[in-house]
């Protein structure tokens, strides 16, 4: 795993531990030691999202935790979409933190949308380690996007799974058999 790659896993694990007060856990001398870790939080300080406070990261609001810990990915994709919509009649509409209500007032949020050709469709985005001991892995996020769409769009919509980090092997397997596209790692470098 290359170091800015390291860096921003740490960054996301880090954002994900801040609560109610938007403090991170400790951040450890491991963690510190990487210099591109230094640099996502000065970065972070200097455009006045976060601040280091001793071992720990201080997140100015909410809206600064979730974008460090992987909301940036969703204001990615969500950018690239428009760009990508410019001058083409084809795009109708995009949205960003789109929330469904199925009848049973269950409630989901999809990260990115937009409806092309008369078509739906439905990006998952995440930026978290799909690997390790306490991963679940991407299975529930597939069934997840897998019948929203369904409900959502019928069998004309379109799903696709963006992923800063591989999803492992058998994951893709079930995207592939399920009809979702998946781009992730360094394809993001692609992704227009």
Same mark, same amino acid.
């Given at each position: 795993m290359q170091e800015?790659?390291?860096?921003?896993?740490? #960054?996301?694990?880090?954002?994900?531990t801040a609560r109610?007060? #938007?403090?991170?856990?400790?951040?450890?001398?491991?963690?510190?030691?990487?210099?591109?870790?230094?640099?996502?939080?000065d970065y972070l300080a200097s455009s006045g999202l976060a601040r280091v406070e001793g071992k720990f990261i201080r997140f100015i609001d909410e809206a600064s935790r979730?974008?460090?810990?992987?909301?940036?990915?969703?204001?990615?994709?969500?950018?690239?979409?428009?760009?990508?919509?410019?001058g083409d009649s084809r795009v109708q509409d995009a949205a960003l933190g789109m929330e469904v209500e199925r009848n049973a007032g269950v409630r989901n949020e999809m990260d990115v949308a937009c409806l092309a050709n008369n078509t739906l469709h439905l990006i998952e985005?995440?930026?978290?380690?799909?690997?390790?001991?306490?991963?679940?892995?991407?299975?529930?996020?597939?069934?997840?996007i897998d019948s929203v769409s369904d409900? #959502?769009?019928g069998i004309q919509a379109r799903a696709m799974i963006v992923s800063f980090r591989p999803?492992?092997?058998?994951?893709?397997?079930?995207?592939?058999?399920?009809?979702?596209?998946?781009?992730?790692?360094?394809?993001?470098?692609?992704?227009?």
């Open positions: 800015s790659d390291k860096a921003v896993s740490a #960054l996301n694990y880090y954002a994900g109610n007060d #938007l403090r991170s856990a400790e951040v450890d001398e491991r963690t510190t030691a990487i210099p591109a870790f230094r640099q996502l939080l979730f974008t460090a810990n992987g909301g940036w990915l969703e204001h990615y994709v969500f950018s690239c979409l428009l760009e990508a919509g410019k985005c995440k930026a978290r380690n799909f690997k390790g001991r306490k991963s679940t892995g991407a299975t529930g996020m597939l069934y997840k409900i #959502l769009g999803l492992p092997r058998h994951d893709r397997i079930r995207a592939d058999e399920l009809g979702i596209a998946v781009i992730q790692g360094r394809d993001l470098t692609d992704m227009e």
